[in-house]
């Protein structure tokens, strides 16, 4: 349980997860409220990772339910183990010969039977997913619903149903009513609009990609040891890069990675050469890549040219000369 | 508290944003968890408990500040000047100690309403609090527009008494000359006092016109929006062309949504008995695997012609747009530019983004000159010698245009042609089916060889047409 807003904060941060104020009291008002959260925002921002990091700073067990594109019950939430009954019902031969046995009519064989069949619909055949295990777990989880904009509309609805008691009812053997309520995270990059009954449940988390103070600290915290230096010229780099009109733009993750390059190939500043050779692991698109060379080499000299004025500077002329010359 | 957030959610309400009553008692509970010392976080919990959609959180914001601040600055902004008017060597503090000793004295004798009170003292709070309730029951949550303004202030204070309350301040005034206080004393507080009902004034109507940005936010944006959709494609201005786009995006999203589950019902097939028993030979005939018949997948192949003569080039637009972003709805999409020559354009649409790739198409792509004068029979002509074959039974055409052919010839036997090869051909015009025939379209000739011809005037009808004849 978490205490307060700035608990959640501190808490995610051991977990190298930093955030800002806002994500840490949604986390909060989620757990306070034992509501579900719907974190959107653009791809590689880390909303599988809050998920992941909630998890791990409650210590609760995480259960993810990966979405896709003709995901279904059967899927997400339980399946009749359709073969297993079937051998059964082979192993069992004798045993029903034996319950048949003295039956005289059809219909007092088939009565037989039908006191039976419940073992066949029993929990032991059924195949729990996701959904259906977070809800039956004897301690709460986690449950994270990754990418939930690519299912389609009817699992959403489905999904609705889910959330809003957290039971599920199997037709054969009743409601199953959840021991402890679920932490939900919901995230989906927005290639859909999530229906406004499905959102109206959630609490609502947009993260946007980090203002350079923060994208620092998180390539800090992320990859010990490396030069503060390399560190803020690479973030600059990133966030004018995200600033272009490109196919797809950088992530933090791919920030990340490029930061983790740099650092094995030993490189202590941004060279031109060095940062054309290695672009291709921030862009991912030829034509990205293209259009980002011109503008980063141009940052680059700026950059070079910067360093330079650092070092003394001629002396102003005087100031009332200037106003003189006006 | 919770009277003032629900007067919150009220506005949002009109600004667009959508609120149920459940998401306004989620933001009560949120609240009850947590101090409301912090004001960021105060917002990010009502934010994330009412604001589902990022496109609605700039509005929010806002709004927020409009509703939740600001006037109490601007109140205290006007009382402190008002002090400051008065002179370098004005000091409130020992003006207001001394009232304060004369007021105990004369306790029970001075009957002061309670505006008076709160302007003796420079109490911004009370002062702030007047209002409010003076805003409340003068109406002002219904103020429309700006000549209105006027009338609400004054309302707002006749209903505060800023009248009375002068004439209860100068019998005081008496009253405390009469106490002993000094002549010069009482000449600053008469001044100060006067100072401080200007300040009211001119708060009031600052009160009355933040009401109104709060009441009318993005409303005239939204109605623009939605009017949008029926607005001919002739009188869009530049502005509306950049706004129209995201409103195609919406509608294409939805149209993808309803034909994701319209396929998917259709996909899901018959159980087939044939099936099972063949692929359970094995298992001694127990049926361990089932087998389902598939349907095939049926996702049409689209030949669109695109005229592309200023007339028509915004219906070419717009439709271009909509079958571009409902891509994984078709199998293939070849599109052709014509005015009087006749190109592709596919590959353009292949290499570039949507938007650039429109633009280029629209501009005859490097493929066509788009300087001429339309000839309809002449680019179906090129289309018949060079691409009939490749139509076939399962290829729907598009042919966007307004049959203004410049009293050309009009070939109609080459749509003909184009017809019988292909499976569907759709013509989309966007003038009016009374206009079809007259001067020098030659609409009502090709009309026969189409298996649909309609109007297609506005963003509505084009949404229309795109979902029920070619998906």
């Given at each position: 349980m978490f205490d307060t807003v700035e608990d959640v904060q501190k808490r995610l941060n051991e977990q190298q997860y930093?955030?800002?104020?806002?994500?840490?009291?949604?986390?909060?008002?989620?757990?306070?409220?034992?509501?579900?959260?719907?974190?959107?925002?653009?791809?590689?921002?880390?909303?599988?990772?809050?998920?992941?990091?909630?998890?791990?700073?409650?210590?609760?067990?995480?259960?993810?339910?990966?979405?896709?594109?003709?995901?279904?019950?059967?899927?997400?939430?339980?399946?009749?183990?359709?073969?297993?009954?079937?051998?059964?019902?082979?192993?069992?031969?004798?045993?029903?010969?034996?319950?048949?046995?003295?039956?005289?009519?059809?219909?007092?064989?088939?009565?037989?039977?039908?006191?039976?069949?419940?073992?066949?619909?029993?929990?032991?055949?059924?195949?729990?997913?996701?959904?259906?295990?977070?809800?039956?777990?004897?301690?709460?989880?986690?449950?994270?619903?990754?990418?939930?904009?690519?299912?389609?509309?009817?699992?959403?609805?489905?999904?609705?149903?889910?959330?809003?008691?957290?039971?599920?009812?199997?037709?054969?053997?009743?409601?199953?009513?959840?021991?402890?309520?679920?932490?939900?995270?919901?995230?989906?990059?927005?290639?859909?609009?999530?229906?406004?009954?499905?959102?109206?449940?959630?609490?609502?988390?947009?993260?946007?990609?980090?203002?350079?103070?923060?994208?620092?600290?998180?390539?800090?915290?992320?990859?010990?040891?490396?030069?503060?230096?390399?560190?803020?010229?690479?973030?600059?780099?990133?966030?004018?890069?995200?600033?272009?009109?490109?196919?797809?733009?950088?992530?933090?993750?791919?920030?990340?990675?490029?930061?983790?390059?740099?650092?094995?190939?030993?490189?202590?500043?941004l060279e031109t050469e060095l940062v054309n050779d290695t672009l291709n692991i921030i862009l991912k698109h030829q034509g990205d890549i293209q259009k980002a060379q011109s503008e980063l080499n141009r940052l680059l000299e700026q950059k070079a040219a910067e360093r330079a004025a650092d070092t003394p500077q001629p002396v102003e002329p005087d100031p009332g000369k200037k106003s003189v010359l006006h | 508290m919770q009277r003032k957030i629900v007067e919150f959610t009220n506005i949002l309400r009109k600004a667009g944003v959508r609120v149920s009553v459940a998401e306004t008692i989620d933001s009560f509970l949120a609240l009850d968890e947590m101090s409301l010392d912090d004001r960021e976080l105060f917002k990010d919990a009502l934010r994330t408990t009412m604001v589902k959609h990022w496109d609605d959180i700039p509005a929010y914001d806002r709004l927020f500040d409009l509703f939740w601040s600001g006037f109490h600055d601007v109140l205290r902004d006007e009382l402190g000047q008002a002090v400051a008017g008065m002179g370098g060597d004005f000091d409130l503090d020992q003006l207001m100690q001394q009232l304060q000793e004369l007021l105990a004295n004369m306790d029970g004798d001075v009957d002061l309403s309670e505006l008076a009170r709160a302007m003796l003292s420079v109490d911004a709070n009370s002062l702030e609090q007047l209002i409010q309730q003076a805003g409340e029951e003068s109406g002002l949550d219904g103020i429309r527009n700006m000549l209105q303004i006027g009338f609400f202030s004054r309302r707002m204070l006749e209903q505060m008494g800023l009248e009375g309350a002068g004439e209860n301040l100068r019998d005081m005034m008496e009253q405390l000359r009469e106490a002993g206080m000094g002549e010069d004393d009482l000449a600053r507080l008469g001044d100060l006092m006067k100072a401080i009902q200007e300040a009211l004034r001119r708060s009031v109507r600052q009160y009355a016109e933040r009401e109104l940005d709060k009441q009318n936010h993005d409303y005239m944006e939204r109605f623009r929006r939605e009017s949008l959709q029926e607005k001919s494609f002739y009188n869009l201005t530049e502005d509306d062309l950049r706004k129209m786009r995201e409103v195609v995006d919406r509608l294409a999203q939805k149209l993808k949504n309803i034909v994701s589950i319209r396929r998917k019902r259709q996909r899901k097939g018959k159980f087939d008995l044939k099936g099972t028993m063949r692929r359970n030979m094995a298992h001694g005939g127990v049926p361990f695997e089932l087998i389902f018949r598939q349907r095939r997948k049926d996702r049409p192949k689209l030949v669109v012609l695109c005229d592309i003569s200023s007339s028509v080039s915004n219906v070419s637009r717009f439709f271009l747009q909509f079958i571009h972003s409902l891509q994984e709805c078709f199998t293939k999409i070849r599109t052709f530019v014509f005015v009087a020559e006749l190109g592709e354009v596919t590959e353009i649409f292949r290499n570039n983004d949507i938007y650039t790739a429109i633009d280029q198409a629209l501009d005859g792509g490097d493929v066509i000159n788009p300087y001429t004068r339309s000839n309809f029979g002449m680019a179906f002509n090129v289309f018949w010698r060079d691409h009939l074959a490749s139509l076939d039974n399962r290829t729907t055409v598009v042919i966007i245009g307004d049959a203004r052919n410049n009293y050309n010839d009009p070939r109609a036997w080459c749509l003909r042609d184009m017809q019988s090869k292909a499976k569907n051909v759709i013509w989309i015009n966007p003038e009016a089916p009374g206009a079809w025939g007259f001067g020098d379209s030659v609409m009502d000739r090709y009309v026969t060889y189409t298996d649909v011809a309609e109007e297609c005037r506005n963003l509505k009808q084009l949404s229309r047409m795109v979902d029920t004849l070619i998906l």
């Open positions: 930093i955030c800002g104020k806002n994500i840490a009291t949604v986390v909060f008002l989620a757990k306070a409220l034992g509501k579900p959260v719907l974190v959107e925002g653009p791809a590689g921002v880390g909303k599988t990772e809050l998920g992941k990091v909630v998890a791990k700073a409650l210590n609760l067990p995480m259960i993810r339910l990966q979405c896709y594109e003709g995901l279904d019950e059967s899927k997400a939430l339980y399946e009749w183990e359709y073969s297993k009954q079937l051998l059964y019902t082979q192993m069992l031969r004798d045993k029903i010969s034996e319950i048949l046995e003295g039956a005289n009519t059809l219909k007092e064989a088939s009565e037989r039977i039908a006191s039976q069949d419940d073992i066949f619909f029993s929990e032991r055949f059924i195949v729990p997913r996701p959904l259906l295990k977070a809800i039956t777990s004897e301690d709460q989880v986690l449950l994270l619903i990754d990418e939930v904009d690519k299912s389609d509309p009817e699992f959403e609805a489905f999904l609705l149903e889910v959330l809003s008691d957290y039971t599920v009812s199997v037709p054969e053997i009743g409601t199953l009513e959840a021991k402890h309520i679920p932490l939900v995270f919901l995230t989906s990059n927005n290639a859909r609009e999530m229906s406004d009954a499905l959102k109206r449940r959630c609490l609502h988390l947009y993260i946007d990609y980090p203002d350079e103070a923060a994208e620092i600290e998180i390539l800090n915290t992320k990859v010990p040891g490396i030069d503060s230096r390399l560190v803020e010229d690479i973030v600059h780099l990133v966030q004018r890069v995200r600033e272009l009109d490109l196919k797809k733009t950088p992530s933090i993750s791919e920030t990340l990675d490029w930061a983790r390059a740099l650092m094995v190939m030993n490189a202590d500043s | -």
